[in-house]
DNA sequence: ACAAAAGTGGGTAAGTGTGGGTAAAAGTGG
DNA sequence: CCACTTTTACCCACACTTACCCACTTTTGT
């Protein structure tokens, strides 16, 4: 499980620190890509292999969409020995990313974010809105 | 399974890189042609077979337009030493590419679009859309 | 207080992206 | 069918980016 909250600077060479303490959970070399909400969504092989899995499945035109914009902004990732991943341009620029990064586990995957963004995100977080989102699923 | 996306320009002589990452998967010569959405399909050998087989088997009379658009602006291409390929000048014109050029991967294939048009389409990508065909689908 | 782990900086070598020369192939007109 | 022009394929070159490794400082845990 996949959890806790990490914050870093990217250094000159635009790489950024991975959680050391979610690293053996994501693996050797992970997948991220764009995701809802401003931010970048990481999965472990496994998981991201379970995804694929399930849209194949499914109905090339419906789709569509959904696989362009998950396997077109993926990239694989690899932390160096000291555990640095370097994030695309075109990713950076999605979560907008300047400098400082929060990353956080979320379960079953990790999200990257600008940290402005985050803070900002996390100061409307609607309280209310989550509890009712989790009366509706019988929490 | 074909994931990424990576920008390149057109160079003096009309040629484009082909993602490094991308190459092995489509082989040593794969297909492009025309496709919906103003953007050039590669499928690789493999792949253009299956589709190949799926079309035969289905009514002539369905699949004419089809067929007509797939295999009438078809060409087979094959990268360089350095991995670069020549686009047709009725696939550019298709896609409308000048200069710089996007390449993504999408799963089973790759797409080739003009990066202003990409861009464009990116932008316009409804989010709200996404989410909620992918709440149809569980995910 | 000490040792281990984590965070950051940076050098070097390998990989990638682009330009261009020359030879082969294809297209065109007589 | 041949000569000529244009296009494409193949090779070499080089700048730039990224991957990999080593080093040092700061923080954490005991």
Redesign the interface.
Known sequence: MLFGRYEYALDGKSRTNFPPKLRSEMGETF?I?KW?DGCIIGYAEKEWNR??E???E?SMV??R???????????DVTPDKQGRILL?Q?LKNHAGITKDVIIIGAGNHVEIWDKASYEEKEKNMDFADIEQAMEELEF
Chains 1, 2 share one sequence.
Do not use: V
């Open positions: 997948y890509t809802l995804i694929s399930i849209l194949k499914k419906k789709t969409e959904i696989q362009r914009m998950l396997y077109a902004n993926a990239t695309p075109y």
